[in-house]
């Protein structure tokens, strides 16, 4: 007796054949064509005059398709898929444009000198191959690392406050924090001015920048800070206090360790939120225009000022020099960003 | 090493067993100032907060008795001050800066809100895996642009589109009274500024609206398709209802920044003193704008009024910011 065995190959039924498919590609060409007729024959024009013609003919098209060879549900289903599909695209389309502008109109000032000179001696509307904004990255270094020291530990503790100790309060400093990273950029400065330079002898100084900047960098850090210590496993603090290690001992070197690049990811997210923060500036910086290496005293500078003091001069060399320190401003972003992303991933990948 | 100990072991052990450990409820004074540092830090936010509040609350105290109610209705902002130099009273308020920053937070929001939940609904449950995950990339990069690049973008790029459109708008659906213009001037309009806004606010809602919409019950999602719905269905009957409180918190967040928005409304922005509630005409009031506006120049007195109106607007964002915070708590609980 001889079994005969057929071994079934997967199939998916689901995916289209291209014969399938065929009614939908030829709906966009012809769409497509439409559109060009329409456009060449009517008064509208230009590459809004398409999208307003294309879509609708598009959506509409694919709509009494389905309409025809299903039901009503189905033609319901075409028509909000086609909704969200443009809701896409009009998100996406100005993510790119603003990269594109960026990089377009900042790459012609990218010039050796403007990372090797300042703006002590030159007028914003002087030459692109004089000045530069050596003073501002100075600034901008200062701050951060001000900003830093600040709003890590503050950050830090309250997020292990939240996850670790959960007291009777902590539903209420999680909201108070939450409450805290609605606080508008501009109100931050504000606050400093009107508390400090008012009230004490202090005046503006990248030390009061970086205040300014740690109201608004600390619930950036804590709730980043939270998610993560959240996704350690209980197992492992209950591991820490059966070997009798203290409370203390557990979260310093069992939870603090075992969050750590997750902790490093919440503190990078905090520095990118506030590298580009202009309005709180305005208020305390002072904007110097040559380097000052004291950020305890003295006006300094910072790429957001300094992007800033060119478009308010708004005369074309300003204009230039504004768009190229943008583009340094959202270089630095985006390595912060990339960063934050790569160490994320990393530990979420571990436990 | 284990040699040595049995032969521990064989001799007299009895010096050599450790103490029987207390066994107690009390924590170690380790413990005891590890909670204590940081609930000190935990309680620092909170004097942090309240801080702002106070001291704005003081430093524009004068300015706020002075003018009392009508510094919210005021539509002048006008710093005259007389011989002795007093400002005489009415002369200054935010009435057409308030009405302006509520029109522009609530176009953007027209515009933003139907986007970004039809781009949150794209991304859980229409694009593929691969493409999701580079999607959520990108809105996530851009809400962290800084705020001084979506203006100059807004200002040379958006702005001369966005004119355009708005004479369009105003050709075309000029009978409804906010889409009409009292003169043809349609730069820098509340309408400019929305836009500009609107592509600000788009990353927080659509976020916010995603993680509400991936809390909806997989069972529920399932029994839907099982019954035989397709997309849209299983979205109307299970996703939107569960999700619906939690795309009003997202709106309220995303007005909330609105509402606080400095220098990308500044750079976009005509601002003018008096209430105007028509979009597309090139005149507007902004309260976060007008504080940085007229900082260059103020007074003692000016710099006492600008901080009452950082203290109005403090208020507000607070206040939209806490509703829009309980609301999203309470749906994305509810989900788990």
């Known amino acids: ?351 | 090493m284990r040699l040595r100990r049995g032969h521990d072991a064989a001799m007299p052990a009895l010096e050599t067993l450790p103490e029987k450990r207390k066994i107690t409820t009390k924590p170690r004074p380790s413990d005891v100032a590890f909670r204590g540092i940081v609930t000190t830090f935990g309680l620092i936010n909170l004097l942090i907060l309240t801080l702002i509040g106070s001291f704005l609350l003081f430093r524009g105290l004068e300015v706020l008795k002075n003018e009392g109610f009508g510094f919210l209705t005021n539509q002048k902002w006008d710093i005259v001050p007389d011989e002795s130099g007093n400002q005489p009273k009415g002369m200054i308020g935010l009435g057409s800066m308030l009405s302006g920053t509520i029109l522009i937070s609530f176009v953007a929001l027209s515009v933003a809100l139907p986007i970004s939940v039809l781009t949150a609904l794209g991304l859980n449950f229409y694009a593929p895996l691969r493409v999701r995950s580079f999607l959520v990339t990108m809105i996530d990069l851009m809400a962290a642009f800084p705020s001084i690049l979506f203006g100059m973008w807004g200002f040379f790029v958006l702005m001369p589109s966005a004119e355009y459109w708005a004479m369009l708008l105003h050709r075309y659906f000029g009978w409804i009274p906010i889409f009409d213009v009292p003169q043809p001037f349609f730069t820098r309009s509340p309408f400019i500024a929305g836009l500009v806004l609107a592509v600000m606010i788009i990353p927080i809602i659509t976020s916010v609206s995603r993680e509400v919409f991936s809390q909806a019950p997989l069972d529920r999602i399932q029994a839907a398709y099982a019954l035989g719905a397709n997309k849209w269905a299983m979205i109307r009957a299970v996703v939107l209802p569960f999700g619906a409180n939690g795309v009003v918190g997202g709106a309220m967040l995303g007005l909330g920044r609105a509402f606080g928005e400095t220098v990308a409304v500044f750079t976009v922005l005509n601002i003018v003193y008096q209430t105007n509630w028509d979009i597309l005409f090139g005149a507007g009031g902004n309260v976060a704008s007008h504080i940085v506006l007229r900082w260059g120049e103020a007074g003692e007195y000016e710099v006492k009024a600008l901080l009452a109106a950082g203290f109005v607007l403090f208020l507000l964002t607070l206040f939209v910011n806490m509703i829009a915070n309980s609301i999203v708590r309470a749906t994305v609980k509810k989900g788990r």
Not at chain 1, 52 to 67: C, G, N, Q
Not at chain 1, 302 to 311: D, H, N, T, V
């Open chain 1, 1 to 351: 007796m001889s079994v005969t065995t057929t071994t079934v190959a997967p199939t998916k039924p689901w995916v289209k054949t291209p014969w399938q498919r065929l009614p939908s590609l030829s709906l966009v060409l012809l769409s497509l064509i439409a559109s060009g007729i329409i456009i060449e024959m009517t008064p509208l024009k230009g590459k809004l005059g398409f999208f307003l013609v294309f879509v609708p003919i598009l959506t509409i098209s694919e709509t009494i398709l389905a309409r025809v060879k299903a039901d009503k549900k189905a033609a319901q289903d075409v028509l909000v898929s086609s909704f969200i599909w443009t809701a896409t695209f009009l998100v996406f389309l100005p993510i790119a444009s603003i990269l594109v502008t960026a990089i377009v109109k900042g790459l012609p000032g990218l010039k050796p000198n403007i990372f090797a000179e300042t703006m002590q001696i030159i007028s914003f509307t002087d030459p692109l191959d004089k000045g530069g904004l050596l003073h501002a990255l100075v600034g901008t270094l200062y701050l951060i690392l001000l900003s830093i020291a600040i709003s890590v530990p503050l950050g830090i503790l309250t997020a292990l406050y939240l996850t670790e100790i959960r007291g009777p309060g902590s539903n209420f400093i999680q909201f108070i924090v939450q409450a805290m990273s609605g606080v508008p950029s501009v109100i931050a400065g504000l606050f400093i001015y009107s508390s400090l330079i008012l009230a004490t002898p202090l005046r503006s100084s990248s030390m009061l920048g970086a205040f300014a900047l740690v109201i608004l960098m600390v619930p950036t850090v804590t709730r980043t800070s939270q998610e993560v210590l959240l996704l350690i496993p209980n197992d492992l603090r209950e591991a820490g206090l059966a070997l009798g290690a203290t409370q203390w001992k557990t979260v310093a070197m069992v939870v603090v360790p075992a969050a750590r690049s997750g902790l490093l990811t919440a503190v990078i997210l905090g520095v990118a939120r506030i590298a580009g923060e202009t309005a709180p500036l305005l208020f305390v910086l002072g904007g110097a225009d040559g380097l000052n290496w004291n950020p305890f005293s003295g006006n300094n500078s910072a790429l957001p000022f300094y992007i800033w003091k060119g478009f308010l001069i708004g005369l074309p060399e300003a204009i230039q020099r504004a768009w190229t320190g943008i583009l340094i401003l959202l270089i630095v972003v985006l390595i912060l960003f990339a960063t934050a992303r790569y160490l994320g991933s990393k530990n979420r990948r571990k436990p």
